[in-house]
């Protein structure tokens, strides 16, 4: 069984970065595509970006590039998520999730299972 | 970017009842698309992936249904741990989730 486990909440001054870590077990993360996903009040949920394991690409989304990176250490088979100069209205909460068709042989993409979320708050 | 558009925002219903929420895609996104369950203070739970096949342990109560553009998440008879929030999510063209519908009771 695939689990995802995540790092613990973080508070951070604007300007900042932070660094959430994703560690996976029951699955070898070279295999799987991670990707991540976070969820403020107002805005719902936002994909963020996420990697091919395929051709080892790691695609952001538009509104976050240049500001978040997307790492891997697998000889921990832990994922990263960096996201830099941390404004305000970053503070929400950060899920990494799998892409199941690697997983489970689907056609489609779609996210299964999900860590269980770290809390970013940017504050002054 | 693909906009996905979920209504409605909120639903009130009964136990036992039968409820629907749809899904409007900016653009035709084929059959890639996923629906979500959240429960306050988790993360999305996957029910639905590929418009209409429900994932393993879903009970089959859950139904989807839609191509194209426009899509639904049928409840045939709602249970009490079934009030929480639904989103659904297209995959054709990266990723975009609608803006989700709380199903609160009556």
């Known amino acids: 069984q695939v689990q995802l486990v995540q790092s613990g909440a973080e508070v951070k001054e604007p300007g900042a970065a932070v660094k959430v870590s994703c560690k996976v077990s029951?699955?070898?993360?070279?295999?799987?595509?991670i990707h991540w996903v976070r969820q403020a009040p107002e805005i719902g949920l936002e994909w963020m970006g996420g990697?091919?394991?395929?051709?080892?690409?790691?695609t952001y989304a538009g509104k976050f590039k240049g500001r978040v990176t997307m790492t891997e250490d697998t000889s921990t088979d832990t994922a990263y998520m960096e996201l830099s100069s941390l404004r305000s209205d970053d503070t929400a909460i950060y899920y990494c999730?799998?892409?199941?068709?690697?997983?489970?042989?689907?056609?489609?993409?779609?996210?299964?299972?999900w860590g269980q979320g770290t809390l970013v708050t940017v504050t002054s | 970017d693909i906009q996905m558009t979920q209504s409605p925002s909120s639903l009130s219903a009964s136990v036992g009842d039968r409820v629907t929420i749809t899904c409007r895609a900016s653009?035709?996104?084929?059959?890639?698309l996923n629906w979500f369950q959240q429960r306050p203070g988790k993360a999305p739970h996957l029910l639905i992936h590929?418009?209409?096949t429900l994932q393993v342990g879903v009970p089959s109560r859950f139904s989807g249904s839609g191509s194209g553009t426009d899509f639904t998440l049928t409840i045939s008879s709602l249970q009490p741990e079934d009030f929480a929030t639904y989103f659904c999510?297209?995959?054709?063209?990266?990723?975009?989730f609608g803006q989700g519908t709380k199903l609160e009771i009556k």
């Open positions: 590929g418009a209409s």
């Open positions: 999730a799998a892409d199941g068709r690697y997983i489970h042989g689907w056609y489609g993409p779609a996210f299964d299972p």
């Open positions: 999510q297209q995959s054709y063209t990266l990723y975009s």
């Open positions: 653009q035709t996104i084929n059959t890639y």
């Open positions: 029951g699955y070898t993360l070279t295999e799987l595509s």
């Open positions: 990697n091919d394991p395929e051709d080892g690409k790691t």
